[in-house]
């Protein structure tokens, strides 16, 4: 058990998805218990742990610098979407794509003026555009996604379930539309999450303290580690 458990980690870490997850998971748990080492008074703990996280978060933008060219690839493949189920998950996947092509030079741009490579006499407009794009990329994705479980409910229904009751593919379908319900819960958390790095007065925009960011993060990277592992062994099955 304990082999295997190594394993499927390694299996993990092996991936650049699977160690973002890592990655990420770590960058907002430890924000989370640096908040509340704060709260408690610890401040020395609190300040490590703030310390980690800050790291964490750098290296999650150091790697997307990268990120560009294996977006190129995805959207060469997914062309106008038309391998969506249906017209409308085609058209937000192809704004999703142009959304996400702006946002990838925007965040190298805020990278560079961040390690002060570049000047930037408005850095912060820089910041509010990143934000924006992130908001919009993840309400497209989200909106897809709650379009998706729509189109697999009327497929599911369309199924005589009484004849098909103990059918490996109703099976399947049903574990699919759990999976794509998993995924709008998180998706729902980021989207909160990411709206609150917008500029004060655009929706809740700095409302959120760091236990508040840390809470959402760490829940949200829980659910997508989760995810990472329940759809490896849905696609074994």
Request: hydrophobic share 40%; glycine share 6%.
């Amino acid at each position: 058990m304990g082999e295997k458990i190594l394993q499927e980690i390694c299996s993990m870490l092996d991936t650049y998805t699977g160690r973002d997850k890592i990655v990420r998971t770590l960058c907002y748990t430890t924000k989370l218990v640096s908040a509340i080492q704060a709260e408690k008074g610890n401040d020395d703990l609190s300040k490590k742990f703030a310390i980690f996280s800050t790291k964490m978060s750098q290296t999650r933008a150091n790697l997307r610098l990268f990120d560009d060219i294996p977006m190129i690839q995805y959207t060469k493949e997914y062309g106008w979407g038309d391998k969506e189920p249906d017209q409308l998950m085609a058209v937000i996947g192809v704004l999703t794509n142009v959304i996400d092509h702006l946002y990838y030079p925007v965040d190298k741009i805020c990278w560079l003026i961040e390690q002060k490579i570049i000047e930037s006499k408005k850095p912060e407009r820089w910041d509010t555009i990143n934000s924006i794009l992130w908001v919009s990329s993840i309400y497209l994705n989200l909106m897809k996604t709650i379009r998706l479980v729509q189109v697999m409910r009327l497929h599911r229904e369309s199924i005589d379930k009484v004849e098909n009751e103990n059918s490996v593919a109703l099976n399947k379908l049903e574990a699919k539309e759990r999976m794509e319900k998993i995924s709008i819960l998180r998706l729902t958390l980021d989207f909160v999450h990411a709206a609150s790095t917008l500029p004060h007065g655009w929706l809740w925009g700095g409302k959120f303290s760091n236990l508040t960011v840390g809470a959402i993060g760490s829940t949200s990277s829980l659910i997508g580690l989760y995810q990472y592992f329940a759809k490896k062994k849905l696609a074994r099955n």
